[in-house]
């Protein structure tokens, strides 16, 4: 079963409403947004950080910023950058894809 797949039938099985929209890939959140015709503030990105030697998956509003700092306080760490696009085709899909299934790391439920 794709990831796909797996989404759809999660949705259906939750009886959650769901429209599938098919696009050209974007990577950037605005570009979606314009091309799915909605808002900002109706998207989400995922963004793939290295923290130490671990990765985290961070899942928020698209029209939220990330800002480093205030996670790096809060993981207590000074050490933290994005994943590289090779880091990302391994560990999850190329940019612009949803990065499922997520690296054994980034499922601790943790959001700031």
């Given at each position: 079963m794709t990831v796909l797949e797996a989404i759809r039938q999660r949705l259906e099985t939750e009886q959650i409403g769901?429209?599938?929209?098919?696009h050209k890939r974007t990577?950037?959140?605005?570009d979606?947004?314009?091309?799915?015709?909605?808002?900002?503030?109706?998207g989400g990105?995922?963004?793939?950080?290295?923290?130490n030697d671990e990765f985290a998956l961070f899942v928020l509003s698209a029209e939220r910023r990330?800002?480093?700092?205030?996670?790096?306080?809060?993981?207590?760490?000074?050490?933290?950058?994005?994943?590289?696009?090779?880091?990302?085709?391994?560990?999850?899909?190329p940019p612009g894809l949803v990065?499922?299934?997520p690296?054994?790391?980034a499922?601790?439920?943790r959001a700031w």
């Open positions: 769901f429209r599938e929209l098919h990577c950037m959140s605005a979606a947004a314009r091309v799915r015709g909605k808002e900002l503030r109706n990105k995922a963004l793939l950080l290295k923290v990330v800002y480093s700092a205030l996670i790096r306080n809060q993981l207590g760490t000074r050490r933290m950058r994005f994943a590289t696009r090779e880091e990302l085709q391994q560990l999850t899909a990065p499922l299934p690296p054994r790391s499922t601790r439920g």
